[in-house]
């Protein structure tokens, strides 16, 4: 008994040393903290406000009639389309189109909004012009201006309709492109503090010679292994608590699924991943030796794991591939937390594979691992 408070004591000293050896070195912190929280704003910018469709258009009017300036002024205040009111020309339009700057440009002719013979009400004919790359988006922008119409028309002329739709909305919500961004910017944090962090510190005390002083003490390499975990383990709370409360507060992110098991789910899944950093670590000699395996080991994970864009996207046969390395779980489970309140019991096939990864890395972690 005295003997583990001794094994036990000597644990969390060791893992004291790490903390305070990582709060000491400034790129580390930005590495493990701000590094994260650029690629945060910049995945949250591109997909936090996408929740409602828009197009960047130009709008050319043509026409002198009261109902053409009423409808620009109509377009100009919609939420859907996006007008860009330095453009007064078709050409100048054309040159932004070229250049992706804008989706495209609805041109009203003369005669749009004017009084027609034998009619007791305006009429016209708007005109999408859009490159060949825009194609889809024009369409959609066409089907907008077509409901915009109808609701016009029917205040001119009363249509009855043999067939209509309704709307039904389900008790799920689906996910938003930064819930996917949010859970896979997870993932790239815990690898980089997994794998990154002892993959530059170890070689660096073998370098200093700390390590083959270590060695010679009753200092076991399990307790090392475990002070080391606890270590990143506090590192990775904080920097992912920061992240959580960026996404909160600035993009509006809702966790919808438990704390308590999404806090546990977040300490297992990286001590996991922390074990192929000690692995990779343990096991060189040098920076020379490390650099090139982490990013043979990081880089796979970081493209095919979901962690910058859905796997759902990939073709199946590598989806097959993907599901198994040591990433995926990670994020599938955190994404079906917070995203759908899914528990333990229900992400089983996560938590399993996380565990047999689990054992399988710490097997070959404690087998290569050298003092020097």
Sequence with gaps: MLKMKKSIFTVLIFAKISTKRFFRDRAAIFYSIGFPLIFLFVFGSLYGNN?????????INNSNSTFAKTFVKSVDNSKILKVNKDIKSLSVAEDKMSRSEI????????????????????????EI???????????????????????I??????????????????????????DYAFAGLLGFAIIGMGIFGPVNVFPELKKMGILRRLSTTTLRVWQYFLSTMIGQAAIGLLSIAVMFAVAMTVFNL????????????LIFSMTMILGIGLALGGWAKNERQV??????VVFPMMFLSGTFFPRFLMPEWLQNISTFLPLTPV????RLIITEGKTFSEILPQIGLIGLWFIVIYFIAFRVFRWE
């Design 254 to 265: 809702k966790v919808v699924g438990n704390w308590y098991e999404l806090i546990i789910f």
């Design 291 to 296: 650099a090139p395996l982490s990013n043979i």
């Design 153 to 178: 028309n029917s205040k001119f002329v009363t249509i009855k309709t043999p067939f209509t739709v309704t709307q039904k909305q389900l008790n799920t919500k689906s996910l938003s492109s930064f």
């Design 103 to 126: 989706d495209s440009t609805i041109v009203l002719p003369k005669s749009f909004g004017e009084v027609q013979k034998g009619n007791f009400y305006p009429s016209g004919q708007a």
């Design 129 to 151: 012009i859009y490159t060949q790359n825009n194609q889809q988006s024009a369409q959609a922008l066409a089907a907008v201006l077509d409901s915009q119409f109808k609701s």
């Design 331 to 334: 994020i599938d489970g955190i």
């Design 51 to 59: 929740s409602n469709l828009s197009f960047k258009v130009a709008v």
